[in-house]
């Protein structure tokens, strides 16, 4: 999931500042995590005569925390959520609004959003909101962000006409009724007499089964308006649309982002301001606060109250306050995801452990995911999602049963603090839905994305930072601690060139599906010794064997004879800064060395083998072109995995990724409770005695 710079603003973490204590009566709000990371919050305290208080817009609470604050001459909060609040409707939100006047959508009085939008703007406030304009069209961003494009062929020509819910608490506070819904359609008609009239229906009449204010039935005969009554993202229909009629809806707000005619039925926060055609009169604080002024207020005013001055922004990853640059481009990566999830339609997995199920659906979030035992009940042209290279089950081989799509799954690059076969929670997937990364007789998405995909400099500038940040700070796929190591000849003989030779399982699909003739870590120790008759040959055995999760493949004392030193407890990263070369078949530690400007010579074909970086023994022809190594770092970690934070369980960046990885390695890596350890043990030794039976 690609993922833009970060722009620094002035906003600073919320933890490295005092939180101010707060009270409220909402259980909502007392549990809301956004607000407990501003506020230091609870449900008594009335007596702390320092304590903000906290409500919820025109809700209860809301009324009870202005009535309270007013009568006890205490600051006093009304919270909404921000403009850009999530990726689905029920994530947690990432911004909110705090007033202390009144609230935006309440047009009945003033709020500190009205106070704000006329205010001069400094020469960097100005660039700062055209900035701002710029990134929101490039991201595609929304309040909500959960929802697939619209798909469908628009008019070459149209007017967008924006229905909402009936009972949004924003139309009458925004001076609106539901006559103004009829009054709009009707102008939308009679003001574009030769112009199609497309009615976008509010996404929660199909999320949450609530009606809106127009007769759909009624509507669809008429030869002029379309109807797009479907849960779609907004996005294209602002861009294409010729004009915007809306009523109270913040999609007129994202219009004249896009820089669209607004005409409006109701008076919502960004109307009556000279940048909206209004419908109806608007009040006479505007007016007055536009006169003041001494000038229009422009777009940039706008945007600069409401998406900077107006708003908070929270990173739930990091608990700490951000900006809005950070938040359209953290929401920009999350969206990219769900949407490449979405396109796989409904997926049926096969053959998935209990642990795995609740993991699988967060990386598949986007998509429905339904979990199959029996394969004869999975439909033709289904998405089937199997682990690794498991084969397709022969009932789904017949052609009438062959599905659609197989989505094969394995672990990231970057995945945890622990071990895998200790099943610690994995920070990243692969979810290839051409082969799978490790297997070199066939094609993959990730083969693809390295032989066809293009790098821009941009691009290539984000990957050699990633790589910077995960060579400064030894990170690799599993983080596990260990002793820092030096080689044998370092003091005795410091030029002696030092070769590692990284031990992999023998059974693993990797060595079955990439490698050539040398298929042991004996061969392939023997031939490292040929090769380097003269070199520092050290050899690390696989963590898993070592753990004792894997079994041996021979006694280690066999290894010995052909190396110079064995390590069984070194922290593989670390080892990369004291070697000059790899040798391997298909291991990750390969590529590891690769970003830590190694050399690598592979005896098999591992994903990074064949692109020019490395010394081939074997050639793929497929495997032509030839790529930097920060393009490769930028297909293989930014483009190809999928990751999802263990802080939030939504999708995450790699640089985010790294960050989590880092922090988690400082602590520790995890390992398996001992009840699990326990549990494993007694499965095999019931395993072995039905082998012995069966014997």
Same mark, same amino acid.
């Given at each position: ?56 817009? /025109? ?30 409707? %029920? ?12 609230? #935006? ?57 924006? $229905? ?18 009829? =009054? ?8 574009? !007499? ?11 009449? +199909?999320?949450?089964? =609530?009606?809106?204010? +127009? ?42 982002? @896009? ?83 979405? %396109? ?7 053959? +998935?452990?209990? @642990?795995?199920? !609740? ?78 990364? #490790? ?27 990633? =790589? ?28 002696? /060139?030092?070769?590692?030779? *990284? ?35 050290? #050899?690390? *055995?696989?963590? $898993? ?65 064949? @692109? ?62 001992? @009840?699990? =350890? ?18």
């Amino acid at each position: 999931m690609a993922s833009r710079p970060v722009v620094a603003d002035s906003a600073v973490s919320s933890r490295a500042r005092p939180r101010p204590l707060a009270i409220s009566s909402s259980r909502a709000l007392l549990a809301n995590p956004i607000v407990r990371a501003f506020w230091q919050v609870d449900g008594h305290g009335s007596e702390r005569n320092q304590a903000e208080i906290l409500g919820w817009g /025109r809700k209860r609470s809301g009324l009870r925390a202005e009535q309270q604050g007013v009568r006890q001459q205490r600051r006093w909060w009304l919270l909404e959520d921000g403009f850009v609040r999530s990726l689905g409707r %029920q994530d947690q939100a990432l911004s909110l609004v705090q007033d202390n006047i009144g609230i #935006y959508y309440d047009a009945t009085r003033p709020s500190r959003l009205e106070q704000l939008i006329p205010q001069p703007l400094t020469t960097a406030q100005q660039q700062r909101s055209f900035d701002l304009i710029q990134r929101w069209q490039q991201a595609g961003i929304s309040k909500y962000n959960a929802a697939p494009d619209y798909s469908g062929e628009l008019p070459s020509s149209f007017v967008l006409v924006v $229905d909402q819910v009936a009972g949004d608490a924003s139309i009458p506070f925004g001076l609106a009724s539901a006559a103004s819904f009829t =009054r709009m359609l009707e102008a939308a008609l009679a003001e574009n !007499p030769q112009t199609t009239v497309v009615v976008k229906v509010h996404p929660d009449a +199909f999320t949450r089964s =609530r009606a809106g204010h +127009f007769d759909l039935a009624a509507l669809q005969p008429h030869h002029r308006i379309r109807l797009i009554a479907e849960n779609c993202h907004p996005e294209r229909l602002l861009a294409n649309a010729d004009k915007v009629y809306t009523v109270t809806s913040q999609m007129g707000f994202e219009a004249l982002l @896009w820089g669209k005619p607004v005409r409006c039925f109701g008076m919502p926060f960004y109307a009556g301001w000279g940048l909206t055609e209004d419908d109806m009169e608007v009040p006479e604080r505007r007016r007055l606060a536009i006169a003041l002024a001494g000038a229009p207020v422009t777009l940039e005013q706008l945007v600069h109250a409401t998406l900077v001055g107006y708003s908070r922004y929270w990173d739930p990853e990091l608990d700490a306050e951000t900006g809005i640059e950070a938040t359209l481009d953290y929401l920009s990566a999350q969206r990219q995801q769900w949407l490449r999830n979405h %396109q796989f339609g409904p997926v049926h997995a096969l053959g +998935f452990s209990r @642990w795995k199920k !609740p993991i699988l659906r967060a990386f598949l979030n986007g998509t429905e995911v339904t979990f199959c035992k029996d394969a004869s009940l999975i439909p033709a042209q289904a998405t089937v999602a199997l682990w690794g290279v498991r084969r397709l089950p022969v009932v789904l081989q017949a052609p009438e049963r062959q599905p659609a799509r197989v989505l094969r799954i394995e672990d990231g690059f970057l995945r945890s603090s622990g071990l895998g076969a200790d099943l610690i929670r994995p920070l990243s997937w692969v979810l290839d839905d051409v082969g799978m990364y #490790y297997d070199a007789s066939v094609p993959s998405r990730l083969e693809q994305i390295l032989a066809t995909d293009e790098f821009s400099a941009a691009d290539c500038a984000l990957a050699e930072q990633l =790589r910077e940040t995960i060579v400064a700070n030894r990170i690799s796929k599993y983080n596990l601690t260990g002793q820092d190591w030096k080689p044998g000849c370092a003091v005795a003989e410091p030029s002696r /060139r030092v070769v590692l030779v *990284p031990g992999q399982v023998e059974s693993d699909a990797s060595i079955r599906m990439g490698a050539g003739g040398i298929k042991t870590n004996l061969a392939l120790l023997q031939s490292a010794r040929a090769a380097e008759p003269d070199a520092w040959l050290v #050899y690390k *055995p696989h963590p $898993d064997v070592v753990s004792g999760l894997r079994s041996k493949d021979l006694p280690l004392a066999d290894y010995q004879t052909l190396c110079d030193e064995l390590v069984l407890d070194g922290d593989s990263s670390q080892m990369l800064e004291h070697i000059d070369a790899v040798f391997t078949m298909t291991s990750l530690l390969g590529f590891e060395a690769l970003l830590r400007g190694k050399k690598v010579t592979c005896y098999g074909m591992p994903f990074y083998a064949g @692109w020019g970086l490395t010394q081939d023994i074997l050639a793929c022809p497929r495997r032509v072109r030839q790529r930097s190594l920060n393009e490769v770092v930028a297909a293989t970690l930014v483009r190809y995995p999928c990751y999802v934070s263990a802080t939030t369980g939504t999708f995450s960046t790699p640089q985010r990724i790294v960050a989590e990885l880092q922090r988690w390695k400082a602590s520790g890596p995890s390992v398996m409770p001992l @009840w699990r =350890r326990a549990l494993r043990v007694v499965l095999r030794l019931w395993v072995a005695s039905g082998l012995r039976k069966n014997a």
